[in-house]
């Protein structure tokens, strides 16, 4: 059986698969050469994609014999995962393989606006000695919300509590007895406004939807705390890229971390580049090292698995 991988995939799980006896093709651009990639779907029993890959109406037209369909990732907003199953075609994620670089990715961003580390060095270097410049604030006694509450948001808290944190979270699907208010300490809220308004970080752990759809926005915005950050790891397009510039530059908020975007990468001209209080990270919170090798080993798993006429707990549809 052939394999098509058309983003980049970490070579262990290509091994796997080879290891297995399928014949794998890989071309981490693939997903930038549509015409190209659409003329060779028909040719494989498998296709496995990253978050740029448009799996849509013309791509499953096209793959006449795919099986299944392999997501590095959690995020589905680029697969019409509606239609793969009116094809019977399953779909599966990567499923908590990132969530702990994805935490630890939010911890590293609170740290960074806590502690002016990398500014103080740069002082330093240019023959300075200014203490009291760079003394920077704790994290013990601030408040994190968490909007969305599932397994990221779990691994985010556990970690943030460990630094004397509050932390509060806002999602409608999480009912008052759930593991994540229970047993993580979470401190659940009824209603974003609230969340928004007491909080000195908040991180958001939700997919992009047509009610998520910038979700955060100048009205959001104007209920935070002018020292207060917003850090987004989840997906481009929660968050109005607008009214976050407009909000930093007016002091609304202190300043925002955004891994995720609209549209990526940015342009030479983006208005992101008027504001250094705006972090612009390249896609990156769950692709350290250890979760590149987790997510192309799982998926090289279950994609193993559905091939074989076995169950997959990380099927989507």
Known sequence: MKILVTEMMWNDGIEKLKQKGYEVDY????????????????????????????????????????????????????????????????????????????????LSCMLDASRPIRQADV?????????????GTELNGRVLGLIGMGEISHRVAKRAQAFGMEVVGYDPFVAPFDHVVQETGIKQVHELGELLKHSDFISL???????????????????MKPEAYIINSARGGIVSEEDVIEAVKDKQIAGAYLDVLESEPITDSSRFAESENIIITPHIAGSTDEAQSRTALLIAEEIDKVLNGQKSLCRVN
Do not use: M
């Not at 392999?70 to 019409?80: C, F, Q, T």
């Not at 002082?123 to 003394?135: E, Y």
């Not at 752990?205 to 209920?223: G, Q, V, Y």
């Open 27 to 106: 071309d981490l651009e693939l997903s930038r050469k549509r015409e190209e990639l659409l003329g060779l779907l028909p040719n494989y029993d498998a296709v496995i994609v990253r978050n740029e890959t448009k799996v849509d109406t013309e791509f499953l037209d096209a793959a006449k014999k795919a099986q299944v369909i392999g997501r590095l990732g959690v995020g589905l907003d680029n697969i019409d995962t509606k239609q793969a199953a009116e094809r019977g075609i399953p779909v599966i994620s990567a499923r908590n393989a990132n969530a702990t670089s994805v935490a630890e990715y939010v």
């Open 123 to 135: 002082d330093v270097k240019k023959g300075n000695w200014n203490r009291a410049l760079f003394t």
């Open 205 to 223: 752990h939700i997919p992009l939807t047509k009610d998520t759809k910038h979700l955060i926005n100048k009205e959001a915005f104007s209920i």
